[in-house]
Nanobody, 112 residues
Framework: VQLVESGGGLVQPGGSLRLSCAASGFIFSIYDMGWYRQVPGKQRELVARITSGGSTNYADSVKGRFIISRDNAKNMVYLQMNALKPEDTAVYYC???????WGQGTQVTVSS
């Protein structure tokens, strides 16, 4: 199982970023997928999750600003992040319900 995140970077408050996760090594379409984030000294927290059927749920802190989606034909999951805030700064990790597998993460920094 491999999860490779990309798309992070430095963005100003109010800006947008789109994170991508390329998954391989398992039957992608039958598993829930998601995004977590972590800041130093804190536990990793769920940001958004999408089921194999396409249902979604979000952390309260990102509802209305972030959108998770998946492309089963490409084994990809995405996180569109809009109206970014400094408190969104974290390393973002792709997650799969396939098991305890994590990618290397991608840094998102929201700062002016």
């Amino acid at each position: 199982v491999q999860l490779v995140e990309s798309g992070g970077g430095l963005v100003q408050p109010g800006g947008s970023l789109r994170l991508s996760c390329a998954a391989s090594g398992f039957i992608f379409s039958i598993y829930d997928m998601g995004w977590y984030r972590q800041v130093p000294g804190k536990q990793r927290e769920l940001v958004a999750r999408i089921t194999s059927g396409g249902s979604t749920n979000y952390a309260d802190s990102v509802k209305g600003r972030f959108i998770i989606s998946r492309d089963n034909a490409k084994n990809m999951v995405y996180l569109q992040m809009n109206a970014l805030k400094p408190e969104d700064t974290a390393v973002y990790y792709c997650w799969t319900a396939r098991g305890d597998y994590w990618g290397q993460g991608t840094q998102v920094t929201v700062s002016s």
